[in-house]
């Protein structure tokens, strides 16, 4: 399977990601997996006529394509021609490329939450008027329409995440190449179930503190992030906490809330980042599946229930009280 990959409107920063996979050696990975670089703007070293002459191909059927990978934002404005970003050297609007190579491409990746809803790209004003491939938001549509299907007959994949951990990306590739990856594969929002079925709750070692409702009040504290410092882990699709960070580390587990960035419209919340919104001292965003009643009863029994040790913990930086020695045998 060869791929091109393009970037947008965007920082990079998903192409850095994956600088940081569990490999020292990122292109014998894709070489095992059978997957042909044929370009990256970072990561190759081919340039100026010598690019322009393979995507000219590639937009011409000459060059088979079998996955285009886009990072960034799709930028239509002014007025929708797109000449907010010209690909150099080519006087053609990015948005051109990527409509006429998406036509040609089996598949279809957006790689990163700005290429699958627009993302930070999009937030405020929009004076760029950025858009994800096939969605704005929660939105079907974005730059090649609801409607629009690769050659394999799927939607574009998108791969959401600010960034995408590097095996996300890596890991849908590699079943795009061994033919593994259908619709069914796919969530509602078509990000690869593998790891959008998990939610960032999942595995987070703060849950004690989250079964007590024993909650940080400042970033340093280890107690649950949900209640005053606005994580949203219990609602969001990914599994973070499941598939850690350069192998050892997450969001929550750095000590920062998750804010939903797999999620449409995660870059404007409503509120502050690291503040939980709440109406009448109970938070906004529940926990997934929870109905509301259930969560204030839950709640209320669990903080009566919290044990000192996890109290006194979750307003501290370190363990103030280490567990209790127990017998853990029957005899």
Request: glycine fraction near 10%; charge should be neutral; aromatic fraction near 6%.
């Amino acid at each position: 399977m060869n791929l091109l990959w393009l970037q947008a409107g965007g920082c990079g920063g998903c192409s850095m990601s994956l600088l940081c996979a569990d490999t020292p050696d990122w292109h014998g990975q894709l070489r095992a997996a059978d997957i042909e670089l044929l370009w990256h703007p970072s990561l190759s070293l081919a340039s100026g006529a010598e690019v322009l002459e393979l995507l000219q191909r590639c937009a011409d059927g000459r060059q088979p394509l079998d996955a285009l990978c886009i990072e960034g934002a799709l930028l239509r404005g002014p007025h929708g021609t797109g000449r907010f970003h010209v690909l150099a050297g080519t006087g053609v609007p990015m948005i051109d490329w990527v409509r006429r190579l998406a036509a040609r491409a089996r598949h279809v990746l957006a790689v990163g939450s700005c290429a699958a809803w627009g993302g930070v790209t999009a937030a405020g004003e929009n004076p760029t008027d950025a858009c994800g491939l096939q969605y704005e938001d929660e939105r079907p549509g974005g730059l090649l329409g609801a409607e629009f299907r690769s050659a394999s007959g799927l939607p574009v994949i998108n791969i959401a995440g600010c960034p995408t951990h590097p095996n996300w990306v890596l890991d849908t590739l590699a079943a795009l190449a061994a033919d593994s990856l259908a619709a069914a594969d796919l969530d509602a929002l078509a990000r690869p179930r593998f790891y959008a079925d998990q939610l960032v709750h999942h595995g987070c070692t703060r849950n004690e503190y989250y079964e007590f409702k024993a909650s940080a009040v400042k970033p340093s504290d280890l107690g649950c992030l949900m209640e005053h410092m606005g994580c949203k882990g219990t609602q969001v699709h990914a599994d973070c906490n499941i598939r850690l960070w350069n192998g050892e580390g997450s969001c929550t587990r750095g000590g920062y809330a998750c804010i939903a960035c797999t999620e449409p419209g995660f870059q404007e919340p409503g509120h502050a980042f690291a503040q939980t919104p709440k109406v009448a001292g109970i938070p906004i965003g529940l926990p997934t599946d929870m109905p509301k009643a259930w969560f204030i009863a839950l709640a209320a029994l669990s903080k009566s229930a919290t044990p000192k040790r996890v109290r006194d913990n979750a307003e501290a930086d370190h363990l103030l009280q280490k567990p209790a020695l127990r017998r853990t045998r029957l005899k």
